[in-house]
Nanobody
Framework: QVQLVESGGGLVQPGGSLRLSCKAS????????MTWFRQAPGQQRELVAV???????VYTDSVKGRFTISRDNAKSTVYLQMNSLKPDDTAVYYC??????????WGQGTQVTVSS
């Protein structure tokens, strides 16, 4: 059974930093593309950053230069380092694991609130 557990969310002031983690179990982690999505109140869920099984990274324009996605296959964990946070980054952040055959699983989400 696939399980994705996010952690690291919280309340931070504008300009601050957070690091999100998503630990996976029940999958061969190294074979999966891992993605961070976010969903703000009243908004659609949007892709934030992707890291492929080969380590290629893609970011949505609004976070380029501020967020960094990384993975540690030995720990079956994907990270999202978020710097220079803005109020617009406030959302629930979700981890997604996509298998080579296209099957996707989701974590339960972690709340990030950027506010003074």
């Amino acid at each position: 059974q696939v399980q994705l557990v996010e952690s690291g969310g919280g309340l931070v002031q504008p300009g601050g930093s957070l690091r999100l983690s998503c630990k996976a179990s029940g999958i061969i982690f190294s074979l999966y593309a891992m993605t961070w999505f976010r969903q703000a109140p009243g908004q659609q869920r949007e892709l934030v950053a992707v890291i492929t099984s080969g380590g290629r990274k893609v970011y949505t324009d609004s976070v380029k230069g501020r967020f960094t996605i990384s993975r540690d296959n030995a720990k079956s964990t994907v990270y999202l380092q978020m710097n220079s946070l803005k109020p617009d980054d406030t959302a629930v952040y979700y981890c997604n694991a996509a298998s080579p055959d296209g099957h996707a699983d989701w974590g339960q989400g972690t709340q990030v609130t950027v506010s003074s």
